[in-house]
């Protein structure tokens, strides 16, 4: 995995254990962040509750 790919995967999948706890971070959200982190997809850096509500509406949606 490229360095850049790589950071943007834990800065998805640090989202997911703040919002879940690291012990119910599932399979299926690390294949979300790995496929958001090849995307050019930009979330929010203003505040870590704009990060969080970003991942887990784009994490709700694609559940749909």
């Known amino acids: 995995m490229e360095p850049l790919t790589k950071r943007r995967y834990w800065f998805a999948m ?7 706890t690291p012990p ?3 399979q299926e ?3 979300f962040c ?7 997809d930009e979330a929010p850096l203003d505040c ?4 969080d509500t970003y ?3 784009l994490w709700i949606e694609s559940q749909n």
């Open 14 to 20: 640090s989202s997911f254990a703040r919002m879940y």
């Open 24 to 26: 119910k971070v599932t």
């Open 29 to 31: 959200m690390s294949d």
């Open 34 to 40: 790995l496929g958001w982190a090849l995307h050019e």
């Open 48 to 51: 870590l509750r704009h990060v």
């Open 55 to 57: 991942f887990r509406d």
